[in-house]
């Protein structure tokens, strides 16, 4: 058997006792772990949002606590599910949501209502961040889809959202533009704000779609995917996040990125407290939202932040998408219609 | 006594893996199945599976699932088996080449895999590059089954290849002269000797690829479009965007009993093909 | 067997493998019908020399001709050439009949020729009530004759055994061998065995070739190896002797005696034939020893030495009796029968032995 002459190791039963050692070890740490109290588990991205989690909120957190948070990296249906879980004794404490997944996790009752007089920074946070979570959550950045190009082969980018979708049912750019899905997690709310564009119509923007579709290389799903398929020039157009996008083309001569009239759609990292979840956890929240750190966080990822008193410096203000360019979905008014947009789009746009 | 007491200690040495197996596997399973039959007004009923089972798209999805995956299986199997072959007939640091060889895309993350992929199959890509250089059109091979297809094979292969590997070594050489010396020609030989002696790493191999394949969704996710709908991608669909729960576990349902039914007669058809060639 | 038995020619046969020279020029000729044991220790090329000549082997140089025909670049599988391999090598997955009808199937035989064959072939090795059993559910001596079958199913011009007792016990070999032999000259197909039990080849051949290192030292029937054997090696591997190193010294009188290294004082008879000068080997084999008791004298027309009696030992029919003379050891056996050895001296009294001038050989070391 090639299995066991080949692959497994003649030295596998000395390795036995080091290995029981470290196993010793790792379970004296989870006692160790267990003893300190007042631990509390948040969530944040990958990269460099996990990079600017730890330098902003945890080393705040660490400074009016004295200890750091456990820093998790998952996303949104994975919180949400987590926390569904095991509700008295939620094993996430801090919640970083999508939109719609903070609206449900809030009408589920999994989340405490925010609350000023626990985390006073709170009292700088707009309503607009708040309103439609009816308190269970805030915005903790946003951002908005814009549009990507290739400056060697895209002359004159089309202006706004209609003639890029016009152009690209004309065949005007071969078949080489990628547009978010409606599966992708944020793909709903970019089919809303198209809906703003159309009267409302969700018809019509399902006709454009499906007229887009022989002109997509790709409707776009997994975010890494996407912006690989445009470094590596497999698309000359690609609708994405700005702030990546930006950083992008700074760094890119032969890439541009800019905001298609009239605007674009609001999406944002949700962030809430989970019911049952420690007290510390407000303190978190509270060095999420104070100036300091919202303006540090935004430094790093080139996404605006929420605090009202954060004043950006020039260079980064050029690359933000400002609060009047963008819309903040209504979520109420479309979130029951996802499963149905979602089969639609599996069965219309083939 | 002695029998007795044999049962006994048998039962206990057995009870971690009885124990371990309801807790994390027959309870979850049930759960599911409570969560599949879950129905809208608040009751349990079929009426998920009857909208699985009832809907062209959703059956065209099933079928869509099961024909891919007997494809990587297929592939696999054909291209699996010679190097299973060289692999049994060659020996020392060739044959831990060979092996390494075949074991490195395990050892590689399933993103970082299918972004290679990407890399060669992309229209800027290996193969594109080599066309437009010798002036030839480019193909668009990205995002659709010829992607998804490659990849899993590309990833399935090791599976294939050690089951039929190791059961190729089983086979006593001399076997296989003496069916030269008996008249058999070398393609006889293997016809009637090898393969049908080799067939339980077969079966092994195609029922490991047959049901990793079908459940495979991060390749299927991220080399396919929205044509190449496959019943996992389904599935986290309706968990991650529709947060249908019910839905999702009755597709999850629809699945698992695909895999167990299939390969149930992909073990009957082995079973009958050894009788037969025997 | 419908086809007529073919001699074998090997001519010059060499193969290498790697460092290794393990066929030197090897030539051999076997007759039609004859029985030709290869006989040598392991690492000597008679398992080599067997598979070139089933064409499972390509030989570096050389020819192998089969009835006349060279079997150069003919592929084994059209050689007809019956193969009995060490561990039989039947097909797992085959019952008895499907695997002796493998090679008739090969052939494209039809299927009522195929089952008389079968059967035929099944019979001639009294196994007919087995058709229908597995190989695992036979024993070794079965497996063996199951093996055999099938090798002769196919009429083969040559038959050839690779060590085909050596998984069997040591008195179900016995019975095979005579059996193998028995069916071999009734069938009248010429044979080559490898082995590397002299019983074994000494039991069931007309010949043996005698190889070391690649070359055959001696071909010749069982008892001419044995009494005459060509060189060193052949006397030392073929049987049990007193083997005695020295130097060939002329004794007062003339005549020439041998000065052992182990006891430069003692002087021991050699033949007539013995080189006149020189290193040479002197070899008797014990069964030619007579065993005097008392310094009684040589008897006329033998040759001895006196010694003394030391230990005995039995090895079953024989029993061997050790004698010491000055630093040399020497032995010489009995057969175990009551009377012969309540003659032996005991341990420590005078011994005279003595053996023919004829059977003591020498060699040049």
């Known amino acids: 058997m090639i299995l066991q002459s080949e692959i497994r190791p003649a030295r596998k039963r000395a390795r036995f006792l080091p290995a029981l050692a470290i196993a010793l070890g790792a379970l004296g740490l989870f006692a160790a772990h267990d003893a300190a109290a007042q631990k509390i588990t948040v969530v944040a991205s990958g990269g460099i949002w996990l990079e600017s989690a730890k330098q902003n909120f945890a080393a705040c957190y660490k400074e009016r606590t004295g200890s750091d948070p456990d820093i998790l990296v998952l996303n949104s249906g994975e919180v949400i599910n987590r926390i569904r879980a095991n509700k008295e004794n939620p094993s996430i404490h801090v919640a970083l949501l999508s939109e719609i997944d903070a609206i449900r996790a809030g009408r589920e009752g999994l989340l405490d209502k925010l609350d000023a007089s626990k985390a006073p920074n709170l009292k700088d946070v707009p309503e607009v961040f708040r309103k439609q979570w009816d308190d269970y959550a805030t915005i903790q950045n946003f951002g908005a889809m814009i549009v990507m190009y290739n400056k060697d082969k895209i002359k004159e980018p089309p202006k706004d959202w209609k003639t890029l979708i016009d152009n690209t049912i004309a065949g005007k750019y071969g078949n080489r533009v990628s547009f978010p899905a409606v599966t992708m997690a944020w793909g709903p709310q970019f089919t809303w704000f198209l809906t703003t564009l159309y009267n409302g119509s969700e018809d019509e923007v399902f006709a454009k779609y499906k007229a887009m579709a022989p002109n997509i290389a790709k409707y776009w799903v997994n ?58 956890s407000w303190q978190y929240i509270d060095c999420v939202l104070s100036p300091k750190a919202q303006l540090g966080h935004a430094s790093m990822i080139k996404y605006p932040v929420v605090n009202s008193k954060v004043v950006y410096p020039d260079d980064l203000k050029a690359v933000l998408t400002p609060l009047e360019k963008v819309r903040q979905p209504e979520f109420l008014k479309f979130m029951d219609k996802i499963p149905a947009w979602i089969e639609r789009w599996n069965k219309e746009i083939q | 006594m002695m029998p007795n007491r044999f049962r006994l200690s048998t039962l206990a040495f057995l009870a971690p893996a009885v124990i371990g197996l309801l807790v994390f596997f027959i309870g979850p399973l049930l759960l599911n199945v409570e969560v599949s039959l879950r129905e809208q007004g608040g009751g349990h009923g079929l009426a998920q599976y009857l909208r ?53 895309p395990l050892l590689i993350n399933v993103v970082v895999r299918t972004f290679g992929w990407m890399v060669v199959l992309g229209r800027s890509g290996l193969i594109n590059g080599t066309l437009r ?132 007669i992909q073990l009957a058809i082995g079973r009958r093909l050894r009788r037969g060639q025997a | 067997m419908a086809e007529a038995a073919s001699g074998l020619e090997a001519i010059q046969v060499s193969k ?57 670049g003919v592929q084994p599988w059209h050689r007809d050439i019956g193969v009995v391999f060490q561990n039989y090598a039947l ?87 005579l059996e193998v032999r028995e069916l071999q000259s009734r069938l009248g ?104 008791p008392g310094a009684v004298g040589v008897p006329a027309g033998m040759v001895g030495v006196q010694a003394i009696a030391a230990d005995r030992i039995m090895t079953g029919d024989r029993i061997s009796l050790y004698c010491q003379l000055g630093g040399l050891s020497l032995y010489g056996t009995l057969p175990s029968q009551a009377e012969k050895l309540a003659a032996l001296p005991e341990k420590g009294a005078p011994v005279t032995l003595a053996w023919r001038e004829s059977d003591a050989m020498v060699f040049a070391a």
């Open chain 3, 91 to 177: 097909f797992p997955h085959m019952n008895v009949a499907e695997n002796v009808a493998f090679g008739l199937k090969m052939r494209r035989m039809k299927p009522a020729e195929i089952k008389a064959k079968v059967e035929r072939a099944l019979a001639l090795v009294r196994m007919e009530s087995f058709a229908a059993r597995f190989p695992s559910q036979l024993s070794g001596g079965q497996q063996q004759r199951v093996a055999l079958a099938r090798a002769i199913a196919i009429e083969p011009v040559l038959l050839l055994l690779d060590e085909p007792m050596a998984a069997l016990d040591a008195k179900l070999r016995g019975a095979m061998q």
């Open chain 1, 223 to 280: 975010p890494v995917d996407a912006i690989n398929m445009f470094a590596t020039k497999e698309v000359d157009i690609l609708v994405y996040w700005d702030g990546r996008a930006y950083d992008f083309a700074k760094q890119n001569a032969w890439a541009g990125a800019y905001i298609p009239d009239p605007g674009a759609f609001q999406s944002a990292a949700m962030l809430a407290k989970v019911k049952n979840a420690p007290e510390a």
């Open chain 2, 133 to 264: 250089a010798f002036d030839l059109p480019t193909i668009n091979m990205l995002g659709g089954w010829f992607a998804i297809g490659i990849t899993l094979v590309h990833v399935m292969l090791p599976f294939m290849v050690l089951s039929i590997a190791s059961a190729l070594e089983g086979i006593d050489q001399a076997l296989e002269q003496a069916a030269l010396t008996l008249g058999a020609k070398p393609a006889a030989a293997f016809r009637y000797i090898i393969w049908p002696l080799s067939l339980d790493g077969v079966i092994t191999g195609t029922l490991l690829v047959f049901s990793l394949s079908i459940g495979s969704f991060v390749t299927v996710m991220l080399m396919g479009n929205n044509r190449t709908m496959v019943l996992p991608v389904m599935v986290y669909q309706q968990l991650n965007l529709s947060s249908d729960w019910p839905f999702a576990a009755a597709l999850g349902m629809v699945l698992l009993v695909t895999v167990l039914v299939i390969s149930g």
């Open chain 3, 189 to 292: 197909i010429t044979t080559v065995l490898v082995t590397h039990d002299q019983d074994e080849a000494m039991t069931m051949s007309d010949r043996i070739a005698i190889m070391s290192e690649g070359r055959i030292e001696q071909v010749a029937a069982p008892a001419e190896l044995y009494l005459k054997p060509a060189n060193r090696f052949v006397a030392d591997f073929i049987g049990r002797s007193n083997q005695i190193v020295g130097n060939i010294v002329a004794a007062a009188d003339g005549s020439l005696a041998l000065q052992p290294d182990a006891d430069a004082a003692l002087r021991l008879p050699v033949p007539s034939t013995a080189p006149r000068q020189g290193r040479v080997l002197l070899m008797v084999r014990p069964e030619a020893i007579e065993i005097l």
């Open chain 2, 52 to 104: 699985a089972l009832g809907d062209a798209y959703y059956v065209k999805v099933w079928l869509q699932t099961i024909v891919l995956a007997a494809c990587v299986t297929f592939f696999t199997l054909l291209f699996g088996y010679p190097f299973a072959f060289a692999i049994a007939r060659s020996r020392g640091p060739v044959k831990g080449f060979l092996i390494f060889l075949i074991v490195t």
């Open chain 3, 16 to 72: 290498r493998f790697g460092a290794t020279q393990a066929l030197g020029g090897v030539s051999l000729s076997i007759q039609a019908g004859e029985f030709m044991a290869l006989l040598g220790p392991s690492g000597c090329g008679k398992t080599t020399l067997l598979r070139c000549i089933a064409g499972l082997i390509d030989p570096d140089g050389g020819d192998i001709r089969l009835g006349g025909r060279a079997l150069k």
